[in-house]
């Protein structure tokens, strides 16, 4: 299974570029671990190289960085986004992005 996010800035009408995204998994024993980590490139999206299993996940997005390097301000220092992985498919996860809201959904 492998997990991809696309970030889209609705005030700008855009991808996000360079929003700092992490990847992490939700240990049974308890507590999340990081899997991988990266930043969204030109067009918005990043895909997570590594393989993962089924459980509970999480992508935490660095969103008030992102703003602040435009210049914005913004309610949501960052947003998370909790989710259960439960087939070996791929786990498309889009944000759509403002500075004081956000909307996603499991994408394909």
Known sequence: MTVSTHVLDATAGRPAEG????LSYLDPAGGWVLVASGETGADGRHRFAAATERGQYRLTFGTGRYFAGRGAETFYPEVTITFS???DAHYHVPLLLSPFGYSTYRGS
């Open 85 to 87: 992985v439960t087939s």
């Open 19 to 22: 929003v700092a995204v992490s």
